[in-house]
């Protein structure tokens, strides 16, 4: 039975996952993207426009696509991702993305999540880069999404 997944990513580097059909994180969380296995499904979350940047104009905070595992995590230390600093985000899956409508901005849907305990804090819920989702907040944002 597949899982489903959040991963939280930057609009500039979730441009390069759909270019490349790839998505990858540091070494630190190389343990939850081996956790997934090929034909678990992902839902992306926008943080923020750009990578390593902040600020109240740098903020997106909108769900937006979906995806399917495909393959094996690997390592390459190729240059892909925008980053702050030297992390070049080196473990690697790849995933096909799959057709989504609209984006949702998070906010909107922050109360109807199971994974989100305290809304009024909801955006502390997205600082990790990975997150299993249960079926049911899987279902909630996809049908919003197509």
């Not at 979730?14 to 090929?38: C, D, N, P, T, Y």
């Not at 992902?42 to 769900?63: D, N, P, Q, R, T």
């Not at 979906?66 to 995933?95: C, D, H, I, Q």
């Not at 409508?101 to 906010?107: E, F, G, S």
Request: include cysteine; proline fraction near 4%.
């Amino acid at each position: 039975m597949s899982s489903s997944w959040l991963v939280t990513i930057s609009e500039d580097n979730f441009q390069i996952a759909l270019k490349k059909g790839l998505i990858g994180v540091s070494h630190r969380w190389r343990k939850s993207l081996g956790e997934m296995q090929e034909g678990d499904k992902i839902i992306f979350y926008i943080g923020k426009k750009e990578a390593g940047k902040g600020g109240l104009h740098s903020s997106v905070s909108e769900f937006a696509g979906l995806a399917e595992v495909t393959g094996p995590v690997f390592v390459s230390e190729e240059p892909l991702w925008r980053s702050k600093g030297s992390a070049a985000f080196p473990v690697r899956r790849k995933v096909e993305f799959l057709p989504t409508v609209t984006r949702v901005k998070a906010l909107e849907m922050c109360r109807s999540l199971h994974f989100i305990k305290n809304p009024d804090y909801w955006m502390l819920y997205f600082l990790t880069p990975i997150r299993k989702l249960s079926d049911a907040d899987f279902d909630t944002i996809k049908s919003a999404l197509v």
